[in-house]
């Protein structure tokens, strides 16, 4: 099983990233999929949720209207839109996979964004 994140950068405020998270080794079908995210020093903070077929989407109070969560399960990849963003969304963002009906979860190797002008 392997997650893997790209798409992390520096961007300024105000703008704009796409995370993407591959993932293999497993059925995508099977796990709903979440994004975290770390500051240095903090504990690890869910950003948004997505549920295995992409019918339900669920944010953090913080992204509610910025960020989008989705997945392509025939691309086996989960994504981060994240718009608008601010200095305080500067973190190492880490994709989840989480099989459903069992707490069995897998992580990915994090990647990170810094917003900053």
């Known amino acids: 099983v392997q997650l893997v994140e790209s798409g992390g950068g520096l961007v300024q405020p105000g703008g704009s990233l796409r995370l993407s998270c591959a993932v293999s080794?497993?059925?995508?079908?099977?796990?709903?999929m979440r994004w975290y995210r770390q500051v240095s020093g903090k504990e690890r903070e869910l950003v948004a949720a997505?549920?295995?077929?992409?019918?339900?989407?669920d944010y953090a109070d913080s992204v509610k209207g910025r960020f989008t969560i989705s997945r392509d399960n025939a691309k086996n990849t989960v994504y981060l839109q994240m718009n608008s963003l601010k200095l305080e969304d500067t973190a190492v963002y880490y994709c989840r996979a989480d099989l459903i009906g069992t707490r069995l979860g897998y992580w990915g190797q994090g990647t990170q964004v810094t917003v900053s002008s």
């Open positions: 997505i549920t295995n077929a992409g019918g339900r989407a």
């Open positions: 080794g497993f059925t995508p079908k099977h796990y709903d």
